[in-house]
């Protein structure tokens, strides 16, 4: 008898999220057409959720790849759960609007489903990603978040976002939105970083005690962009209890750990542009983890991150010198 297992989650504007969702994020030297190509191989084996982002610089891409699952009768648009964010250097509220109509525009979409706040830190505006001075470090900016979520409210009440939610923001910024005076949405959802080695658990208490729902990211490790991780960071899917609870079940350390969120209430990215591991990423539904595999996982945290934003360290902002 195959787990029941709910393929979605209800927000707290009582829209729906499904549970594994497929990331589009690729470093710069990785084609964008990838992106494209990797989007319909994703719809085609059954992932409805599509996590993306003004920062990856492939919305293009994977616009025009829904859009052709949609023209060619594999999914109709409100199959799609799609998520875009607002990057760093649009956080002023006047930049708020123009940006998701910009990613509208490149996704050649009306509306989308999600839109997040991609980092709690501000960084000068202008069309740089990364914008720098002189001496090659980034230039930050300080803005009021709470001034730039009431425009995320404003983006719903228009219709072009159907829900509203921030990524990589700490417990204390998290209260800082939902004690605003005025509030009229909640955050649906807050996408951190999360996997075995960094479990995340008090943020998820905090989450679940707000009816906050946690997304993952880097849930299966991390690519290793020299831009944003140490070259000699720990590969998750090595790790010999991972393994050996993969192999118990005759599962991939992969899907091991996708299920491993999924179990604990979590939403999960899988990111890869590989036509064998999108596949394999999609079967995680038909098994489930003992409450000892859960357990034995559990006892991996060591609090170790990937993305440390290091050049953010000595902003107000920064979102990681708080312990969760």
Not at 7 to 15: C, E, F, I, M, Q
Not at 274 to 293: G, H, M, V
Not at 298 to 315: E, V
Request: aromatic fraction near 10%; proline fraction near 6%; glycine fraction near 6%.
């Amino acid at each position: 008898m195959a787990p029941n297992h709910s393929r979605s989650v209800k927000l707290n504007d009582g829209y729906s999220m499904p549970v594994l969702g497929f990331g589009t994020y690729a470093s710069d030297e990785v084609p964008k057409s990838k992106a494209g190509e990797a989007t319909k191989v994703a719809v085609d084996v059954g992932f409805r959720h599509i996590d993306a982002a003004y920062a990856y610089q492939n919305e293009e891409e994977v616009g025009k790849a829904l859009r052709e699952k949609m023209a060619d009768g594999t999914v109709k648009r409100e199959d799609i759960f799609y998520t875009t964010k607002l990057w760093n250097t649009f956080l002023r509220p006047e930049l708020v609007r123009p940006a998701l109509e910009r990613s509208l525009k490149k996704l050649g979409l009306d509306y989308v489903d999600l839109f997040i706040i991609h980092w709690p830190v501000p960084m000068k505006p202008g069309e740089d990603l990364l914008p720098k001075d002189a001496s090659g470090r980034i230039i930050l900016d300080t803005v009021d978040l709470c001034d730039t979520w009431e425009v995320l409210e404003k983006c719903k009440d228009a219709g072009l976002t159907k829900s509203i939610g921030v990524s990589n923001f700490n417990h204390k910024q998290l209260e800082m939105i939902l004690n605003k005076p005025g509030l009229k949405y909640k955050p649906v959802c807050n996408q951190v970083e999360c996997h075995p080695y960094l479990n995340q658990s008090k943020l998820l208490e905090f989450c679940k005690s707000k009816d906050i729902v946690l997304v993952a990211y880097s849930a299966l490790g991390s690519q290793r962009d020299p831009n944003w991780v140490e070259k000699d960071s720990p590969y998750l899917l090595e790790d010999p209890i991972v393994k050996a609870i993969a192999k118990k079940h005759n599962r991939s350390p992969g899907q091991v750990a996708l299920r491993y969120q999924v179990q604990r209430g979590v939403v999960v990215l899988a990111k890869s542009f590989n036509e064998k591991r999108i596949k394999e990423n999609f079967q995680i539904f038909d098994f489930e983890l003992t409450p000892e595999d859960m357990k034995a996982i559990d006892g991996l945290n060591r609090n170790f991150r990937y993305a440390k934003l290091l050049f953010a360290a000595d902003h107000p902002n920064y979102p990681f010198s708080e312990e969760y």
